[in-house]
């Protein structure tokens, strides 16, 4: 008999259960490094006589451990399975604004992971009205977009985000004003951010070259805009100078860390200096479980050569390889700061809340992208979430693109 195919929804339950599981073993372990210690400074002062308590205790506890990390391992399939039998088969969770939010943050964490599992929710990338997936043919991209112009304006959402994230507020997004206010057409795009940004910016030239190919009428002109690692993305399929990109007039930042991400260099390193004791392996072993995506923020990287053949867990200086402006597109960036004078000690040290303004304008010590000064904007008393749905960054991009 043919086997069913598996669901969005019992995917999630599975997973949820088998990362239960997981916490266990690793509670587990801090458990038994803490016993250790704790039972080695005992012998020192009662000799073997802690012995039999050591082992009784041990046993007690790997007993009770096992048998959750057992438990919850094994009733994960099972479950999931059973969900698969009773989920309408037509129902699915990516289209569900509030789910589809969920799955955009465990993809972000191990959407690599789930890809290597084959898992249902390592949705593909594609192009998105209403939370539905749209076709690449002609027929379905008409009917999704009924006063399609030949002005298309591509939209990149960020890390552990969804298409949705545009609507920030319950306003109306960039790409719905946009369509009003002049001769464009906004297209939002969800991917999986937990993948590669190399490997989501081939499969988004892949995308694009369909799209453009099976638009309902003559594309003239693209402009790429992303939030954080979606501006990233957007810079990576540009590397691969696809036939689309010579439509490309405007690449448009919000936000993103050209230069790396503080929190993902805390993590790098902080996951080395946990390693170093029994005690607090575990939780380098979780910091270490994080996605492929992350780990590319900490310097920007955006080809494979910045991490093929690398060891992801290194802690040598890394060469981030430069990846050229298009000659014919404008590049513009925006960044942002949480408070209201930018030279504020504490700006300068936290910027939006997850990117400092230096790398979202392309500086660092070490390197100098080559964005114009007066392309830029800057936003005073705001975070990170506030560039996905601001009115000066909007007026500012209608300017631009126009």
Known sequence: MQQPQPTEVGALAELGLTEIGGAAEGIRKVHRAISDRIFGFVRLGTGPSATPVKYLHDTITDGIYSAIELSTKTAGPQIGNAIDTLAPKSRKLSEDPRAAGVIAVVQGLIGDKLVEQGSPLATEMSVRVDGRRIELDRWSLAKAYPNAQSHIVVFLHGLVESERAWRLGGRPTYAQRLGQDGPFTGVEIRYNSGLHISENGRILSDLLTELVFEWPVKVQSISLVGHSMGGLVSRSACVTEAPWTRYVRHVV??????????????????????????????????????????????????VDEDWLDRSPDSLKAQVVQEVPFLPDAQYYFVTAVITKNPRNPLGRVIGDGLVLVASAGGRSRTRTLPFEKENGLHLSKANHFTLLNHEAVYEHLLKWLA
């Open 253 to 302: 930042t919000l936000g993103s860390p050209h230069t790396g991400a503080p929190l993902e260099k805390l993590a790098h390193f902080g996951s080395a200096a946990l390693n170093l004791a029994p005690e607090t392996r575990p939780f380098a072993t979780l910091l270490r479980r994080r996605s492929a995506g992350i780990r590319d923020l900490r310097f920007g990287s955006l």
